[in-house]
C-alpha cells in the first residue's frame, strides 16, 4: 500500500512536471522554399523527401506551414508531377503559404517587379488552398529580406495587407541550408559517414539555437515566447526531422500552428529592423525595444562545416 502510494506520488508529480513544460514551451514549425529547397531540387528528391517529411509532421502531430517558390513547379516535362508533390502537403492537412514566385530579394529588387513576384506566386498554392477556405493567407520573404528602406518595406506591408497576407515572422532558424548543402553532395559521393556526421553536427546546432533563443526570449519578456522556427524542404531535413522534433519534445516543446503561435502578444511588437541580413525576430525587436542586438552572439555551426561550407563555395 505505502509503495503504491509512492507510486502515485511519482506519477502525479512526473505528470504535473511534464504538463507545466507542455505550457511554457511551445512552437511552430514553418518549411521554406517548397516543393524543395534549391540543392536537391530534382524530382527524385522531392519524391522522396516529400512524404518523409510529411509521416514525420503525422508521427509527432505537429501541424506545419510550407511556403511555395512557385517558379520551381515549371520544370520542362514535371510540371504536373510537382504539383501532385505539393498537393500532398495539402491532403495531409498543412498550410501553403507564399514565398515569391522565383525567390526574389526585397533588398534589391525594385518594388512594383517584388509585388508582380508576390502576385506570379500564388496561383497553383491559392487554386490547391481552396479545400481549407477560409485560411488566413501568409508571405514569408525570401531570405527574410523585409526591404531596403522604411518606405519600401511600410509600402510593401501595405500591399500585402491589402491582398489580405500576414506577415510569417520566424524566431529560430538553425542554417539548415549551409548542413543540407554539404549533405546533398555527400549523399551524390555516397559517404554515408559524413551524412551521418552532418546530421549529427546540425542536430547539437539547432539545440544550441534554441537555448540561446529561449535565453534571449527570457531577457526581451521576462517568459520564453511562443516561438517560430525556419526550416526547409529538403534532404537534412528529410533525414532528420524525427530526430529534430524528439529532441525538441524532449525539451518540453509542443508543436503549434502559425495562427496559434502569433496569438503571443510578443508578435505584437514593432519591427523596425532595416538591413541587408534577414535576422530572427527576436534580433529585430531588440530596435524598437532599445536594446543591444545580439546577432553576433548566436551559435554558429561548428568550424569544420564553416571550412567544408566555404570551400563549396569557392
Ligand atoms: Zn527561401
Not at 27 to 56: C, H, K, Y
Not at 119 to 125: N, R, Y
Not at 189 to 213: G, H, P, S, T, V
Request: aromatic share 10%; hydrophobic share 40%.
Amino acid at each position: 500500500m505505502k509503495q503504491l502510494g509512492l507510486m502515485l506520488l511519482v506519477f502525479c508529480f512526473s505528470t504535473s512536471s511534464a504538463q507545466t513544460l507542455d505550457r511554457q514551451r511551445t512552437v511552430a514549425l514553418t518549411f521554406d522554399d517548397l516543393p524543395e529547397a534549391l540543392d536537391g531540387n530534382n524530382l527524385a528528391g522531392i519524391r522522396r523527401n516529400t512524404p518523409e517529411l510529411l509521416r514525420t509532421l503525422k508521427l509527432h502531430g505537429a501541424p506545419a506551414i510550407g511556403f511555395v517558390n512557385e517558379g520551381k513547379l515549371h520544370a520542362p516535362g514535371e510540371i504536373d508531377a510537382r504539383i501532385a508533390v505539393l498537393k500532398q502537403w495539402v491532403d495531409a492537412g498543412m498550410i501553403l503559404g507564399n514565398h515569391t514566385f522565383s525567390h526574389s530579394r526585397l533588398f534589391t529588387t525594385p518594388l512594383l517587379k517584388y509585388e508582380d513576384d508576390v502576385i506570379k506566386g500564388e496561383v497553383i498554392t491559392r487554386w490547391l488552398m481552396s479545400a481549407h477556405e477560409p485560411y488566413q493567407l501568409y508571405f514569408r520573404h525570401p531570405y527574410t529580406s523585409t526591404g531596403p528602406n522604411k518606405e519600401v518595406k511600410e509600402a510593401f506591408e501595405n500591399f500585402l495587407r491589402e491582398r489580405g497576407y500576414k506577415v510569417a515572422p520566424f524566431t529560430i532558424e538553425n542554417s539548415d541550408y549551409i548542413f543540407n548543402r554539404l549533405y546533398v553532395d555527400a549523399r551524390r559521393d555516397k559517404d554515408a559517414a559524413l551524412m551521418e556526421r552532418l546530421r549529427k553536427a546540425y542536430l547539437e546546432l539547432n539545440n544550441a539555437q534554441f537555448e540561446f533563443f529561449e535565453r534571449l526570449s527570457n531577457e526581451m519578456f521576462g517568459r520564453e515566447i511562443s516561438q517560430i522556427l525556419l526550416i526547409h524542404a529538403n534532404d537534412i531535413n528529410a533525414d532528420s526531422l524525427d530526430q529534430l522534433l524528439k529532441r525538441l519534445e524532449a525539451r518540453g516543446y509542443r508543436f503549434i500552428t502559425l495562427d496559434q503561435a502569433l496569438q503571443d502578444k510578443a508578435y505584437l511588437t514593432r519591427d523596425d529592423y532595416i538591413g541587408p541580413h534577414g535576422p530572427s525576430w527576436l534580433h529585430r525587436w531588440t530596435v524598437s525595444m532599445g536594446m543591444k542586438m545580439k546577432l553576433d552572439q548566436e551559435p554558429d555551426p561548428p568550424k569544420w562545416v564553416l571550412d567544408m561550407f566555404k570551400k563549396r563555395q569557392a
